[in-house]
């Protein structure tokens, strides 16, 4: 077959240039020669491994709605270019677990990865080169022209997130579905769910039955509360997965823990009587470090959550437990990390966790605005690694100018530009490269209560923060970041998503 320019069709250049790309890939090499028009015709061809099928059958999913075109996907032992797109599985060592190499001739695009994930990540790009009508849910007639030449592009960190607190305000499934989609699209690769807190309990604890059916109902401000079942959960963990996406799961301790309390108050220190909580402030409830109870409780919880959570992670917590002091605090937090090692889990912590001692492999999360650190850098040399969030660039609960109608400014005010330029390998004094396992954009809810609010707060920060997790320094460029970013404006318009229309970023 011809490609359509070959053609004599008269088809306009691409629209989209080929390194037009968020977060900008590794190396773009492009050939205005070779660009490839999409057809009726046009089949998805995919190596037979079930994890790459499932690739193409997202894909499909990703491009049926707006082309109209049928997309058949064929299982192919040897895919070839020819009118189609080919996803294969080849051995690729230089790019790494997660990288891809994606090549649009006129005759077809081939996107090929050592694993499904670096597949993945490759029909995100592809999505990204289309015209931005693409991310339309209903047919649209637009000549469906990729810019021509070849990418190779992999990530320069491996723990690329965001967080949702779905504690203060509760967001049902299908919110964090969306959520989860919106990461995707910017090759981010953990979801942090902050599950509990004062203010409500999310998550179903079958050996501890109250946790949900008296904490729960409550959120800030009198907002309905609500919680995940065990199917629930398992509903997103399964989402995320074949997203290529990691579900790291938080339970809050030994502070941030009035709603556990009101259901079990023998778990409160002695003279404290625990009441629903549904203000902001933070601190003041923990659970008793010195009753026996407590490290019972902590395991009924840590085990049920690992036992259905498939990745390595298990977040808990330990951040403002201000009246758990010194050695009762480090203690609490070494028993802790015991059992989850016990169960067979990697322990992340907010960054009080360092002075307690080093467990095998532990993941301490930095969300300090001043990068001299040293007691996390302390943490560091006796073998924490560390995931970025930096409060006053990445805390996206953070307003974007003083007028923002949500949000707070405790970390001060992030625009696009504030979020976006810093460097994760830098950032905290002491703290080498190499220890540095990647970034997270948390997203605090005590003033967010909406997926519109959600999208708001997300787009367009979290993009930039995933550019920092994922490009390769020498890409760094604010002009030609934000160059790249306004294309994404008419994208989420068409896709429905709600953002913030930020007045640094050129949107057409
Ligand atoms: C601090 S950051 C908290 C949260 C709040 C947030 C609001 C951290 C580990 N703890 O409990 O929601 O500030 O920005």
């Known amino acids: ?24 890939p590794e190396q773009v090499r492009p050939d205005p020669r070779a660009d490839f028009t999409l057809s009726a015709d046009t089949t998805v061809r995919v190596s037979p491994e079930p994890d790459a099928r499932a690739v193409a059958e997202r894909l499909a999913d990703l491009l049926r709605p ?44 081939r ?26 849910s209903t047919p649209v007639r637009a ?8 990418i190779t592009d992999r990530p320069r960190f491996p723990y690329r997130g965001a967080m949702l607190d779905v504690a203060r305000h509760f967001f049902g499934v299908d919110d964090v579905l969306r959520v989860i989609d919106h990461l995707t699209r910017y090759k981010l ?12 309990w999310r ?54 823990t009035n709603a556990a309390l009101t259901a079990y108050p023998e778990l409160a220190p002695e003279g404290t009587t625990p009441v629903p909580y549904t203000g902001t402030d933070v601190g003041f409830s923990y659970l008793d470090p010195t009753n026996a109870q407590t490290y019972e409780f902590v395991a009924d919880v840590l085990g049920e959550v690992a036992a259905r959570t498939p990745g390595p992670f298990l977040h808990i917590g330990g951040d403002e437990a201000f009246a758990v002091k010194g050695a009762a605090y480090t203690g609490f937090v070494e028993r802790a990390q015991r059992i989850v090692a016990e169960f067979g889990k990697t322990v992340v912590g907010w960054h009080q966790l360092a002075p307690a001692a080093h467990s095998e492999g532990r993941v301490l999360q930095w969300w300090g605005t001043d990068g ?15 995931i ?8 996206l609960d953070m307003k974007y100018t003083s007028d923002t109608p949500i949000g707070h400014d405790w970390a001060g005010l992030i625009d696009v530009r504030r979020a976006y330029d810093w460097d994760p390998a830098t950032r905290v004094t002491e703290v080498p490269a190499e220890a540095v396992l990647g970034v997270e954009a948390p997203l605090w809810t005590e003033s967010v209560t909406s997926l519109a609010e959600i999208e708001f707060m997300l787009l367009p920060r979290l993009p930039a923060i995933a550019e920092l997790g994922w490009s390769p320094r020498a890409t760094h460029d604010w002009a030609a970041f934000r160059t790249r970013l306004a294309g994404h404006g008419p994208r989420w318009t068409a896709a429905g998503i709600a953002f913030h229309r930020s007045p640094e970023i050129p949107w057409p």
Request: cysteine-free; glycine content about 10%; charged content about 15%.
């Open 1 to 24: 077959r011809l490609a359509a320019h070959e053609a004599g069709t008269g088809l306009a250049p691409a629209p989209v240039r080929l390194g037009d790309v968020v977060p900008a």
């Open 203 to 256: 998550i179903a604890v079958e050996s501890r039955p109250r946790l949900t059916t008296i904490g729960a109902h409550t959120a800030v401000g009198g907002s309905p509360g609500g919680w995940y079942t065990p199917a629930d959960y398992q509903r997103i963990v399964a989402y995320a997965g074949e997203r290529h996406l990691t579900v790291v799961p938080e339970i809050d301790l030994p502070g941030h």
């Open 66 to 109: 707006a082309t109209g075109y049928r997309l058949p996907i064929t299982e192919a032992q040897h895919p070839e270019l020819a009118d189609d797109i080919a996803l294969v599985l080849v051995q690729q060592p230089d790019l790494g677990p997660e990288g891809y190499r994606l090549d649009v001739t006129p005759t077809g695009v």
């Open 189 to 200: 690769n953990h979801l942090h769910l902050h599950l509990t807190d004062d203010q409500g």
């Open 143 to 150: 000549a469906w022209t990729l810019p021509g030449g070849s």
């Open 372 to 386: 001299v650190d040293p007691t996390t850098a302390d943490a560091v040399r006796r073998g924490a690694r560390l």
């Open 111 to 136: 996107i090929s990865a050592a694993t499904a994930a670096g597949l993945h990540h490759g029909i995100q790009t592809l999505r990204q080169l289309l015209p931005a009508t693409i991310e339309s």
């Open 388 to 395: 970025l969030s930096p409060g006053n660039h990445a805390y």
